[in-house]
C-alpha cells in the first residue's frame, strides 16, 4: 500500500516500466507521467498526521497559500475539527507543534483532512485517514470525506470496511498480489 502510494506521489520511481495517470474524457485521452510536478493533483491524507510547528492557520495555508480565515474554517468544519478549535484561544491562530503536539491523536488527523479538504485537487489519496477517530468521529468525518470525493478520483487504503461501503470498485490485496475485486454488497456476499 505504501509503496503503491509513494509510485502515485512520485516519491519512489518504479524500477521497471512507467507510472501514469490516464484520463478519460468524452472528447479526449490524457496520458500524464507521474512526475514530482503531478503531484500538485492530488490531495494526501496519511495515516499519522503530518503538521508543523506552528498555527493552525498555518498549517492550513501550506497547501493554499491564499485561503482565507473563512475557507479554513469551513474546511475544519467539514472535518469535524471546527468543534475543538473554536474553543482554544486564539482558534485558527493558535499555536500547534511538529506532528500535532497539544492535540489528541484524532484531533491531529481531523486536521490533516481538513488540510485536504482545503485544497480541492481532483484527486484524493487517503491512507487509513480515518484510523486514528472513535467510532462517532468515524462516522462524521466518513460523512465529510464522501462530499469531498464528489466528482473526484479518490483512492482509499482501509483496514475497515465501514471506510469503504460506498467505493464504486475495491480491490483487496495480499502480499503485493490482487486477490478479491468487486465492490463492498459483491465483496460481503462472496
Known sequence: KTTMLRLILSLLKPQTGTSVIYADSESEHCELPLTPSARKLFSYVPQGNTMFSGTIAENMRIVKPDATDEEIILALKQACAWEFVKKLPNTINS????????????????????????????????????????????????????KLAKGRTTITIAHRLTTIQGADRILVLSGSRIVEEGNHEDLLAR
Open 95 to 146: 499555536s500547534m507543534k511538529e506532528r500535532g503536539g497539544g492535540f489528541s491523536e484524532g484531533q491531529a488527523q481531523r486536521l490533516s483532512i481538513a488540510r485536504a479538504m482545503l485544497r480541492k485537487s481532483p484527486i484524493l489519496l487517503l491512507d487509513e485517514a480515518t484510523s486514528a477517530l472513535d467510532n462517532e468521529s468515524e462516522y462524521m468525518v466518513s460523512r465529510s470525506l464522501e
